[in-house]
């Protein structure tokens, strides 16, 4: 079946930046919307940032716009999500996500990476 494979992640200081990247498995890729959300210790899942199929549409949640910028490379079945200026308050586990709507809840998405630890450092 179509997986998501994330990498990226990991520990890196105030102001720091980091890329994480998801590669799909299934084809076409450009079928689906995809999207990363972030799970943080004691709080709920929440949206991130959003991509449409084309690409040309992009979304946000107000506490990383800004700062985070999602893309997605089509030819290689990959999206990516690219961070800057990172916060404490950004620390979480990060989940790639693929759905067939172009969408900022979490509960729209019907396809999740493994996850990847972002831990941001004061």
């Known amino acids: 079946q179509v997986q998501l494979v994330q990498s990226g992640g990991g520990l890196v200081q105030v102001g720091g930046s980091l890329r994480l990247s998801c590669a799909a498995s299934?084809?076409?890729?450009?079928?689906?919307?995809m999207g990363w959300c972030r799970q943080a210790p004691g709080m709920e899942r929440e949206f991130v940032g959003g991509v449409a199929r084309s690409g040309g549409r992009t979304a946000y949640a107000d506490s990383v716009k800004g700062r985070f910028t999602i893309t997605r490379d089509n030819a290689k079945n990959t999206v990516y999500l690219q961070m800057s200026s990172l916060k404490p308050e950004d620390t979480a586990i990060y989940y790639c996500?693929?759905?067939?709507?172009?969408?900022?809840?979490?509960?729209?998405?019907?396809?999740w990476g493994q996850g990847t630890q972002v831990t941001v450092s004061a």
């Open positions: 996500a693929a759905g067939p709507i172009y969408s900022s809840r979490t509960d729209q998405y019907s396809l």
């Open positions: 299934g084809r076409p890729f450009s079928n689906n919307a």
